[in-house]
């Protein structure tokens, strides 16, 4: 590293060469300390990586995107997987819904239940021909479990239901039933049209598409509200969205794409000190550098910025938790999705490295939740002699304890 040129232009030798000195002891100090931040961070992760368990079912070729929800002394995690090749993919009409419960003594998967899948008959309805992917999952109340999933249609909108897991009986409803979408224009069908209607009131420029659409993530306010990132991956459109009581309608607050010329899907949101939202924002154009947007309210946002404390990335979904105060903010450094940090902080402006987890075998989509002192990942990942590259490194999810 050289000093800065402005420093060698100095007329004064010695004064020159004191600042000169002073600047490479500065530099060396902090490259010393971030390496060290470094290779500590990659210590954690492995320790990490070393008591996490695979939750997908032996037959599963691909899986990917998981989500989960932890009642009593079990997680119930959800996720996208099919039983024909490695990877995942919004056309393949072989993807389905899943939902794994692991018993939270022994991290042993219990149970593994079908979700939804693609032509599935239910009692009040039936699929269309195309897959199911993306499930979400929350907790209603004492004994009902919310499982959100979209269902993907080779003709028509693509449609984001809802199904009830019974927890007394551990079993499924056997009905099906739409979620719905609430803006300025009124209530419809939670579907690409009427998302992308109403960005594009607000100044959206990108085409419409009738696929991409999935509610992201989660943020749970003191307020007792729960918010959700609306995103449409295909058109690259993001919003923040609340969900009423019933948990049977999102109703948008107010949309963030800006720039639009970065191409800005798959946020994570939550809430700053000051009490303003700020999302970190994946970008698949510009390096697929990450953007970070705040707003006071949630209806008029900032144009998005890069930040120096995530220097790059990776084209993948990022994290932005809170636990006991302090932040989390996970991030891909590569487009290989092979590195993934998460960086800890109490004021969002000051990070430090916490864990660095790197592995050929890709670690990518990771959803961290918090339950009796003890915070959960689950993540995707690969496995030997299969994976190649980011498609083929999603071939099963992990979970486990991350602290």
């Given amino acids: 590293m050289n000093p800065p040129a402005t420093i060698m232009k100095l007329r004064h030798p010695a004064f020159a060469f004191a600042l000169c000195a002073f600047y490479i002891l500065h530099s060396s100090f902090f490259i010393s300390c971030s390496a060290a931040q470094g290779a500590a961070g990659a210590q954690s992760a492995d320790a990490v990586m070393a008591r996490l368990v695979t939750v997908t079912a032996p037959q599963v070729k691909g899986a990917h995107d998981a989500h989960f929800a932890i009642a009593g002394n079990r997680a119930y995690v959800v996720s996208t997987a099919n039983d024909e090749r490695p990877g995942e993919g919004d056309t393949w009409d072989f993807e389905y819904a899943t939902l794994s419960i692991v018993n939270l003594d022994t991290l042993k998967v219990e149970r593994i239940v079908p979700i939804a899948k693609n032509g599935q008959a239910f009692a009040n309805a039936t699929l269309p021909d195309g897959g199911c992917s993306a499930p979400r999952i929350l907790q209603k109340d004492e004994n009902t479990l919310r499982v959100f999933f979209s269902a993907h249609s080779k003709t028509d909108q693509e449609q984001i239901w809802f199904r009830d897991f019974n927890l007394r009986s551990g079993e499924f409803a056997n009905e099906i039933h739409r979620m719905k979408l609430k803006t300025s224009a009124g209530v419809f069908d939670l579907q690409p049209v009427y998302y992308w209607n109403d960005a594009v009131l607000r100044g959206f420029k990108g085409k419409s598409r009738n696929f991409g659409m999935y509610m992201f993530s989660f943020y749970k306010d003191a307020d007792g509200k729960t918010y959700t990132n609306l995103n449409n991956f295909r058109t690259k459109q993001n919003a923040l969205a609340v969900l009423n009581d019933a948990m049977d309608t999102v109703e948008i607050i107010g949309h963030f794409n800006e720039p639009q010329s970065a191409g800005l899907s798959e946020a994570a949101i939550n809430k700053t000190p000051s009490g303003d939202w700020m999302a970190i924002v994946r970008s698949d154009k510009n390096n697929k550098d990450y953007y970070f947007t705040t707003s006071a309210g949630g209806k008029k946002w900032s144009k998005g910025k890069t930040m120096p404390f995530v220097p790059s990335g990776g084209g993948s979904k ?4 809170k636990f006991n105060g ?21 004021d969002c402006e000051n990070w430090t490295r916490k864990y660095r987890f790197e592995t050929p075998l890709t670690f990518q989509y990771p959803t961290l939740q918090q339950h009796d002192g003890k915070i959960y990942i689950s993540v995707t990942t690969g496995e030997k002699g299969v994976t190649k590259d ?9 979970f486990g304890v991350l602290e």
Avoid: C, H, M
């Avoid at 990022?318 to 938790?321: I, K, N, R």
């Avoid at 980011?390 to 992990?398: A, F, N, P, Q, R």
């Fill in 326 to 346: 302090v932040y989390y903010l996970g991030w891909q450094e590569d487009a290989a999705r092979t590195i993934f940090n998460i960086d800890v902080s109490t």
């Fill in 318 to 321: 990022p994290v932005f938790e």
């Fill in 390 to 398: 980011v498609t083929t490194g999603k071939v099963k999810i992990l």
